[in-house]
């Protein structure tokens, strides 16, 4: 049984890379096998839906072992913020799990933390917190942030925070002893991925 089978999972797959030098959406690991293809999969066994946004879905086109939906943003050159309005306005009726297609490392007792705290204080988002550390990527997003988003993109403000003084957002604060190593790691460079086992 699912343990979120009424919300769907977004990983955002169309950053610009410059860090990494190539696309990070086609980092594979030793046996060839995509990143992305592994985090949606590991997705799909907990979540109803798994949906993908990229900035050009045909990118994938040579890539049939993704075997999820691949969205175009909307609002491309917009950062994280314009994919995950997308995925709010492409499915009005869902919440959404959102995670950064370049972190490898996902974990379901602070998914279900997180979901749970969403639930207790009926926010409209839910993120983890650590040091003073949020992180926007590894968070749900009801749909009551969608009026907020898109007000957001319209004066110009791309920074995913800059929404929230308009929201009830939660914070699961974790202490150093909580979090799961490597959790909210992302692999920006060559170095980092390759010493994770990823490689363009």
């Known amino acids: 049984m699912k343990e979120f089978p009424q919300e769907a999972a977004a990983i ?3 950053g610009l890379s410059r860090r990494m030098g190539v696309d990070k959406a086609f980092l594979r690991d030793s046996t060839g096998k ?5 985090l949606a999969e590991k997705l799909a066994i907990w979540f109803g839906e798994v949906r ?3 900035d050009r879905p045909d990118k994938f086109a040579d890539c049939p072992e993704l075997a999820y939906p691949v969205e175009a943003d909307l609002f491309p050159q917009t ?3 314009g994919a995950i309005l997308t995925a709010l306005l492409a499915r009005p009726d869902q919440t959404f799990f959102v995670l950064a297609g370049d972190q490898p490392t996902l974990d379901l007792g602070v998914i279900k933390r997180l979901k749970g705290l969403m639930e207790k204080d009926r926010a409209d988002a839910a993120l983890p917190r650590h040091g003073g550390t949020i992180e926007p990527l590894y968070a749900f997003y009801g749909q009551g942030c969608a009026t907020s988003f898109g007000l957001s993109l319209a004066a110009g403000r791309r920074a995913i925070r800059d929404s929230f003084p308009s ?4 914070y699961l604060d974790l202490s150093p002893e909580e979090l799961p190593e490597g959790l909210f790691r992302n692999l920006n460079h060559p170095k980092e991925a390759q010493a994770l086992g990823y490689f363009p």
């Open 12 to 14: 955002l797959c169309g």
């Open 34 to 38: 995509l990143l992305l293809a592994s």
């Open 52 to 54: 993908l946004l990229a």
């Open 79 to 81: 950062g994280p913020l």
């Open 167 to 170: 929201l009830k957002v939660s």
